[in-house]
């Protein structure tokens, strides 16, 4: 059996680390999203379906990297690895970038605070849910360091589903909450990645 690289001698030095440095700050936001603050209504579950469709898309990768050996990338695994880990950064700092442009609007489940307003700088000049892009970054590096296509393939697309719904659930609320500012702002963006989707 081919260990994946992330479990492997020295890569796992680099790979661990990196992911404690980019999930530090997502456990911080998930705890004050679930233990802190009451969830609000205009949520409609997104919080829990994204956390549940993250952790799954993430597990899946790993347990498919290990017991689906014959799906490992053709050529070198250290270039997927690090290509994966390359990616699993670009996500981390995107989602930092995220949070501070976002200031006080970043939460961890959708809510409409007291004169909310559109942000339009930043990422967000370009895509309407950068900090959903780069969440899915993270999902994708973290099943491209593995070097399994199966890991990546099922990854992806369960980590896409749960971003897609959460960003449906955000973009209601702020037309319900923002209007004819919001539908503008919507039109004049793509959802994930600019110019595509």
Known sequence: MTTPLPFAWPYLLVFWP???????????MVRQALVIAPIPVEDRGSLHV?????????????LLSLLVPQATFPGDRAVWFFLGLLTLVSGGLLRR????????????AVTIHTGHRIIESGAYRWVRHPAYSAGQ?????????LGNWLSVVVAFVVGFAAYSY??????QALLAALGAPYARFMAARRRFVPFVG
Request: charged share 10%.
């Open 50 to 62: 994204l956390l549940a469709g993250f952790g799954a898309a993430i597990m899946l990768a790993l």
């Open 137 to 145: 970054l993270i999902i994708l590096g973290m099943a491209l360091s």
């Open 18 to 28: 990196v992911c404690v440095w980019v999930f530090i700050p997502e456990l911080r």
């Open 97 to 108: 970038h995220c949070f501070r442009v976002l200031g006080t609007f970043f939460n961890g």
């Open 166 to 171: 959460r960003a449906h659930v955000e973009e």
